[in-house]
């Protein structure tokens, strides 16, 4: 997912690049805005951390691009792709070394574990609507 501060600065193309580049196929994408209620069953794991307030502010505060990625080992090479949460940390080269701006907007999701990216998915997608 691209949250709303990748939108907003401009960089749909340019995540998107690296991330065809990097040998992803892209077999979903729409281009939507969460709800305050999308966003909050979206990161109910965090609901008991302070931040969630402010994640749900963030989420909802303008367009994201969802996607689902395939990939062989897909779930790891694209945590390698984006890079650490803190774009700080982020090792040269990651999205988030090149497009987020602080540990809150940093710019992409990905997802953890391939049981959570089929969850996340189906969150996003209806099933015709993969290719």
């Not at 965090?46 to 749900?56: A, I, N, S, T, Y």
């Not at 996607?67 to 040269?92: C, H, M, Q, S, W």
Request: net charge negative; no cysteine; hydrophobic share 45%.
């Amino acid at each position: 997912m691209l949250k709303p501060d990748a939108v907003e600065n401009g960089h749909i193309g340019g995540i998107l690049d690296k991330i065809t580049s990097a040998g992803f196929k892209i077999v979903a994408m729409k281009y939507t805005q969460l709800s305050k209620r999308d966003a909050q069953a979206f990161y109910a794991i965090h609901k008991e951390r302070p931040f969630f307030g402010e994640l749900v502010d963030f989420m909802t505060r303008g367009p994201i691009v969802s996607a689902i990625l395939e990939k062989d080992n897909a779930v790891e090479d694209f945590r390698a792709l984006i890079g650490a949460t803190n774009p700080a940390d982020a090792a040269e080269g990651t999205i988030r070394k090149l497009f987020a701006t602080s540990i809150a907007e940093n710019a992409v999701h990905g997802s953890d574990s391939d049981e959570n990216a089929a969850i996340e998915g189906a969150f996003h997608f209806a099933g015709r609507e993969i290719f």
